[in-house]
């Protein structure tokens, strides 16, 4: 019977249908104990169609997390962040973007991801997509730093870590105050973490 099922279940609508059951669960049971039963049951198949495909939770994980991040992964958004006039005014907007994405995607999905990466202690399940994505982001910060360089404002010269910096500050600031980051902790980011490490004169226009 539910080979049956899941025979007309195939493709997307059956893979939409496990990382939906995921979610929910993740939501109700603690993601040490979630189980692939569990999520068979929750999705209406068997657990085989689950082994079948991700050898362990850290692999449906990280696939859940690539199709609900797929818009922060491509970077298309980054092409439509528009010249606010001041390098302040362009941080907000790009804090403001990844929170938005980050709350597209979930929280706690992103949260519970990143701490089973940690057990990843050889770093051997890293997907491509996040090497595509890193890039993506570094690309649009040079790009970002550079256009307020033609405004004439003064930038400082950093690193490629640094460069990584606004990304990593929302997703820490995500993983300890997770649902409490609105707009005016968003400039706080900016005015007190990003001016001064990315300006040079640490003058907020």
């Known amino acids: 019977m539910d080979e049956q099922k899941n025979m007309r279940r195939r493709g997307d609508e059956l893979l939409e249908s496990l990382f939906d059951a995921t979610i929910k669960l993740m939501n109700e049971v603690r993601h040490t104990n979630l189980t692939f039963q ?3 049951d929750a999705a209406n198949t068997s657990r085989t169609v689950l082994y079948r495909r991700w050898p362990t939770m850290l692999d449906l994980l990280q696939d859940i997390y690539a199709h609900k ?3 922060l992964f ?7 962040l528009e010249d606010t006039g001041s390098l302040r005014g362009d941080f907000i907007q790009l804090l403001t973007v990844y929170q938005r994405m980050y709350l597209e995607i979930g929280a706690e999905i992103l949260n519970n991801y990143y701490y089973l990466r940690m057990q990843d202690k050889e770093n051997t399940k890293e997907p491509t997509i996040h090497t595509h994505a890193v890039d993506r982001h570094i690309k649009a910060m040079k790009d ?11 930038v400082r010269e950093v690193s490629i870590i640094t460069l990584m910096l606004p990304f990593d500050l929302i997703r820490m600031e995500n993983l300890i105050r997770m649902g409490n980051i609105d707009q005016s902790r968003i400039q706080i980011m900016v005015d007190d973490v990003l001016l001064p490490v990315f300006k040079d004169d640490n003058y907020h226009l």
């Open 38 to 40: 569990q999520i068979a």
């Open 69 to 71: 991040a797929k818009k």
């Open 74 to 80: 491509e970077g298309d958004f980054f092409d439509k």
């Open 144 to 154: 970002l730093l550079k256009q307020a360089q033609s405004r004439g404002e003064k």
